[in-house]
């Protein structure tokens, strides 16, 4: 069993104490004005999960409409507004910005820091989320905006779409849009400067070198995105013509300007999540990451060519042939390096000694499913057929295989795998096996069927469908299975919080951890270190353990119990 | 003696002595007892075929389902060589596919299952290698070269509208057009069909100049008429926000832009077939009823629907012109 090799082995002297101050104010103050990453890594997670749970409460009402043809559960208007709110809130509110509460309170631990580079501008960054979350939030109370996540004009022109709650979507993007930059130039800044000595680049924990890359693209992302929504503005209430084709304006300039943006963004959202699988895997494995460099070359990779393919989401556009081919190219390229990266996590765990505990299932169930969401992706890139599945159900699908089944899958991976660090609690690993499961068929009921559904002529973005379609069966299974997963999800939930108070306690490395964030008690000192170890290799905790089986007498133990058993 | 031998084999001797006769049949036996062997019961591997049976039976079911329920898992096609090429097209990505879905999950799984801890097993501690990782990046790009190859192989035949058949609608010679992007069969004859999306409705203009002026033109809306075994092709344009023109049997998507043009195109094969579709771009909060069909019916029929419309459109001209006239002359407009 796991367990025995837990036991067996001699666990590292942590070289790290509390440091007390006196406390003078009142814990919430402590919260609302601390500049501990640790501490803005907690609010960052917690806040951007409750957003996860509210987008998921507006997937199920989407869900209940789409449960039966001719529905009228919701009206048109609500339905709309719904993805519109479903979609951003996602993208802007959970999967970026809970990605940079990983690495908050987890890059400056495992590259050996005391704090990120800019600990003011870190907390400036999660604040500024807040406000825009709350300016977007706020518009429930009036009108919300219904013209959908990407808001193609001119539909999000003031003459089709006058709500004011359109205006709280600009003004959504332009303030996480601010937030993510400053996030990301200081991530960029605290890799660069604050690695522990004998870190070099080839031994950067593979998490940072997403971080890394995911800094990149996002300086390089959003600052169209902030323009094309500036255009969007000034066209709505200044009298420009960007975008309004009877003032010579060009709605087809707005979506090469979104989607120059939207694309990297997917890659913003799913390279970290590479990052925390490239971490879990090896850890459970028992064995080093196969193919280091690969993995981290091919993430350099995946960025680059992300900034070349933003086209393939208007392939039913007029745009020139040679165009539609050079996209369908460079898109079918994006496949090269991400399998490699499939591949070398497979090859990771071959001949290695799986410990089956609950990080390891998310990690393989994000394997699994990510590999569906990369197949149906080559469907969509080869531009003639995708002029059959674009904006369909086919399409939902897809993108829900990469970032619900993948990136949501690699955050669970990553809160179970570092819980037991940021509360010194484990959490119950019969619960998380029991919602992996789940979560796991939930999943697959929900969206398989969407393929379906879309191949069989359902549009995206439908408040209703009539009955002699053919496509009831599926909505109705794609109903049911929305909701066996959101159980899934409320069991993890469960789990997260009861186990903060009743969790076995973890210590400082629960999991034989390879990387520097295990070499501190858990929760770290607001110091994180008393003193940083020379870095020798990626895994710096194996060859601290090394060193130490070296000097005990407890590594002839293990080799004899090695003996014995093979 | 083979009859002998045959006859030791179904006592089940077949565990005596294997010659290594040049006879033919002696490798087929010593492969078949080697098979034989591996299938023996034993107490550890049950689990392990226990596994590979499971595995087995789902790689089945899908290679099963994915012929029993072609149509579950292919776009919808028949009604136009586009829409049957695309088809076809996605067929061949679907067969890459699966076997690509096959081989990496089961990777996936089997050393998911194969290599669980248990008491003795060390973790081989392999860094990487380099030979395989190039071989398998080479593999991937492979892969993708051919399905580019065979994307556009297909694309002429998709992109590109034949000649109408003889028994379509007569035509007149090729008329020259402004646009160059605009579709046309190699022999320039062509029916066009200007397709108009607006908030929340199709409106179709039949005609040659429906381009350039529409006026007197006759027109309809939400159900499109045409000739079957004639090539017609669509103009596509919106006159508010964007929506996307989508017939699934006669072909992809085209988007609708206020201020550009689109153009495709379709050769239905049967009169007397309705065909359905709707708006697939978000256009607004009725954007799921912005249906649309499409009549497919014979030349001559569509002669005289064509004709009957012009005469229906006129009339009801004439009607508003009389009432015009009486509301102007009573003073009330």
Not at chain 1, 114 to 125: G, H, K, Q, T
Not at chain 1, 462 to 481: F, H, L
Not at chain 1, 530 to 559: A, F, T
Not at chain 2, 165 to 194: F, H, R, W
Request: include cysteine; charge should be positive.
């Amino acid at each position: 069993m796991a367990t025995t090799d837990y036991a067996l082995r001699p666990t590292p002297q942590v070289i790290a104490h509390e440091v007390h101050a006196e406390r003078t104010r009142a814990r919430w103050i402590d919260w609302v004005t601390t500049t501990d990453h640790k501490k803005i890594g907690i609010m960052y997670i917690v806040f951007s999960f409750a957003f996860f749970l509210i987008g998921g409460v507006e997937a199920l009402l989407m869900r209940l409409q789409l449960g039966a043809p001719n529905n009228s559960f919701l009206t048109p208007e609500h339905f709309n507004e719904l993805f519109t709110l479903h979609g951003t809130t996602m993208v802007f509110l959970f999967v970026v910005p809970i990605m940079a509460g990983f690495a908050n309170y987890f890059l400056p631990l495992m590259i050996g820091a005391r704090d990120m580079a800019f600990p003011r501008l870190n907390a400036l960054s999660f604040w500024l989320l807040v406000f825009a979350a709350v300016v977007f939030y706020g518009s429930l109370l009036w009108q919300p905006p219904e013209a959908g996540w990407f808001s193609y004009a001119p539909l999000s022109n003031e003459l089709y779409t006058p709500s004011g709650g359109q205006d709280a979507w600009i003004f959504l993007i332009h303030i996480t849009g601010i937030s993510s930059l400053v996030g990301a130039v200081n991530f960029y800044a605290t890799i660069v400067n604050m690695r522990a000595p004998g870190m070099g680049w080839g031994r950067m924990p593979l998490f940072v070198w997403t971080i890394l890359i995911y800094a990149l693209l996002l300086i390089l992302a959003l600052p169209p995105a902030a323009g094309a929504v500036t255009m969007l503005l000034t066209d709505r209430h200044f009298g420009t013509n960007f975008f309004d084709p009877t003032g010579g304006g060009s709605p087809v300039l707005y979506q090469h300007l979104f989607w120059f943006f939207g694309h990297p963004e997917v890659y913003i959202m799913i390279l970290p999540a590479f990052g925390i699988i490239s971490e879990v895997l090896p850890v459970f494995a028992r064995k080093p990451i196969f193919g280091y460099k690969a993995i981290a070359a091919s993430t350099a990779v995946i960025a680059f060519l992300a900034a070349l393919v933003w086209a393939h989401h208007m392939f039913a556009v007029p745009l020139p042939t040679v165009v539609l081919g050079f996209f369908m190219l460079s898109s079918f390229l994006i496949a090269v390096p991400t399998g490699i990266k499939i591949f070398n996590w497979v090859a990771t765990l071959w001949r290695g000694s799986i410990i089956t505990a609950t990080p390891l299932y998310f990690a393989a169930g994000f394997i699994g499913i990510f590999v569906v969401g990369g197949i149906t992706g080559i469907f969509l890139a080869a531009f003639p057929v995708d002029w059959q599945l674009t904006d369909t159900y086919f399409v939902v699908a897809h993108f829900h295989y990469t970032l619900m089944g993948g990136a949501v899958f690699a955050i669970f991976a990553g809160i179970y795998y570092w819980y037991p660090k940021a509360t010194g609690r484990l959490c119950n690993e019969t619960l998380g096996k029991i919602s992996f499961w789940i979560m796991f068929v939930g999943f697959n009921m929900t969206f398989l069927v969407q393929h379906a559904a879309g191949l069989s002529g359902m549009p995206r973005r439908v408040y209703q469908y009539p009955a002699d379609m053919g496509i009831t069966a599926y909505n109705q299974i794609s109903t049911i299975g929305a909701f066996v997963l959101g159980l899934g999800i409320a069991l993890s939930v469960w789990n997260f919080v009861r186990s903060y108070k009743t969790g076995a306690v973890a210590g400082p490395d629960p999991w034989k951890g390879n990387t520097l964030e295990w070499f501190t008690q858990s929760p770290p000192p607001v110091n994180n270190f008393d003193e940083i170890p020379r870095i020798r290799s990626v895994e710096p905790m194996k060859d601290i353990r090394r060193q130490l089986e070296r000097q005990s007498g407890i590594q002839r133990e293990s080799v004899a119990q090695t003996g014995q058993t093979s | 003696m083979p009859s002998q031998q045959a006859k030791a084999r179904r006592d089940g001797q077949s565990a005596a002595p294997a010659f290594r006769s040049g006879r033919p049949g002696a490798a087929f036996r010593r492969f078949v007892g080697r098979i034989r062997a591996a299938l023996r019961p034993e107490p550890a591997s049950i689990r392990r075929r226990l596994v590979a049976a499971l595995l087995l039976a789902t790689i089945g079911s899908l290679v099963f389902a994915s012929g029993a329920f072609a149509d579950l898992l292919t776009p919808e096609s028949g009604g136009s060589p586009n829409a049957d090429e695309i088809d076809t097209l996605y067929k061949m990505i679907l067969y890459i596919a699966i076997a690509v879905f096959v081989v990496v999950e089961g990777a996936l799984l089997y050393s998911l299952f194969k290599f669980r801890a248990k008491k003795g097993r060390v973790a081989a501690q392999i860094h990487g290698n380099t030979r395989l990782e190039i071989s398998w990046t080479i593999g991937a790009a492979l892969i993708l070269v051919a399905l580019a190859t065979v994307t556009f192989a297909k694309l002429s035949a998709i992109q590109d509208p034949p000649n109408s058949d003889p028994n379509g609608l007569q035509l007149a010679e090729g008329v020259l057009t402004a646009s160059v992007d605009k579709p046309m069969p190699p022999d320039g004859k062509a029916y066009t069909i200007c397709v108009t999306g607006r908030q929340y409705v199709w409106r179709y203009t039949y005609g040659a100049d429906c381009d350039r002026n529409a006026f007197g033109l006759p027109y309809s809306y939400e159900e499109m008429v045409a000739p079957a075994n004639t090539t017609v092709v669509l103009d596509i344009e919106a006159t508010d926000v964007i929506h996307s023109w989508w017939i699934p049997k006669l072909g992809g998507k085209f988007d609708a832009v206020p201020g550009y043009k689109n153009y495709t195109w379709f050769k239905a094969p049967r009169a007397g077939e309705v065909y359905v579709g709707q708006c697939a771009e978000l256009c607004g909060r009725n954007h799921a009823d912005m249906t649309a069909r499409v009549r497919i019916v014979t030349p001559q029929e569509f002669e005289a629907w064509l004709e009957q419309q012009r005469t229906a459109i006129a009339e009801g001209d004439r009607q508003v012109q009389t009432l015009r006239r009486q509301l102007s002359g009573g003073g009330d407009l």
